[in-house]
T-cell receptor, first 115, second 115 residues
Framework: AQKVTQAQTEISVVEKEDVTLDCVYE???????LFWYKQPPSGELVFLIR??????QNEISGRYSWNFQKSTSSFNFTITASQVVDSAVYFC????????????FGTGTSLTVIP | DAGVIQSPRHEVTEMGQEVTLRCKLI?????LFWYRQTMMRGLELLIY????????DSGMPEDRFSAKMPNASFSTLKIQPSEPRDSAVYFC?????????????FGDGTRLSIL
């Protein structure tokens, strides 16, 4: 069963628009960890953020913000005032102690910011 | 600090040849993951190790694939014999400790083309 679902395959926005990338996860563990990674056109995978299941406080880092809601099993990522450099594939991932620390990645959302 | 180092960055070889991909973990990390990324299948976990021990190799596609950790800081992924369908970008990632709250740090990947 898919543990992490990123329903949006591709998104295009015009520069300066806000955009939200959705992530829905599935787990029976009470303790788990969620992550977002960015893969720019150059191909490397860059760690962006980690969230613990027991901390639902939303986080903001510059133009990036993350909305973690356990009630809906979602961990959405919003980019405010998007820029061309934000164009990348973004992956959401889940890690839970009960599976020997394996990571479960979503299929990714490809974001294109049009100048 | 040095990140995860993968070599080679690019490899082009003819089918039937043996291919060896190499990965050096970040110092102090003891979990190691091998992924394969293709357009068709996205990011796939092939195998991962904790403390040099393979924990889950269910993602290894066939017996032609093998992975080892000869020491705590180094891993190899071998394909023998290689086939054109093995063409992909192969990523190695490491994380600190066995705790699930640790993010993975990825290498820059090896782009493999089998002719």
């Amino acid at each position: 069963a898919q543990k992490v679902t990123q329903a949006q395959t591709e998104i295009s926005v015009v520069e300066k628009e806000d955009v939200t990338l959705d992530c829905v996860y599935e787990t029976r563990d009470t303790t788990y960890y969620l992550f977002w990674y960015k893969q720019p056109p150059s191909g490397e995978l860059v760690f962006l953020i980690r969230r613990n299941s027991f901390d639902e406080q939303n986080e903001i880092s510059g133009r990036y913000s993350w909305n973690f809601q356990k009630s809906t099993s979602s961990f959405n990522f919003t980019i405010t005032a998007s820029q061309v450099v934000d164009s990348a594939v973004y992956f959401c991932a889940l890690r839970q102690p009960g599976t020997g620390n394996q990571f479960y990645f979503g299929t990714g959302t490809s974001l294109t910011v049009i100048p | 600090d040095a990140g995860v180092i993968q070599s080679p960055r690019h490899e082009v070889t003819e089918m039937g040849q043996e291919v060896t991909l190499r990965c050096k973990l970040i110092s102090g990390h003891n979990s190691l993951f091998w992924y394969r990324q293709t357009m068709m299948r996205g990011l796939e976990l092939l195998i991962y190790f904790n403390n040099n021990v393979p924990i889950d190799d269910s993602g290894m596609p066939e017996d032609r694939f093998s992975a080892k950790m000869p020491n705590a800081s180094f891993s190899t992924l071998k394909i023998q014999p290689s086939e054109p369908r093995d063409s992909a970008v192969y990523f190695c990632a490491s994380s600190l400790g066995a705790d699930s709250n640790q993010p993975q740090h990825f290498g820059d990947g090896t782009r493999l083309s089998i002719l």
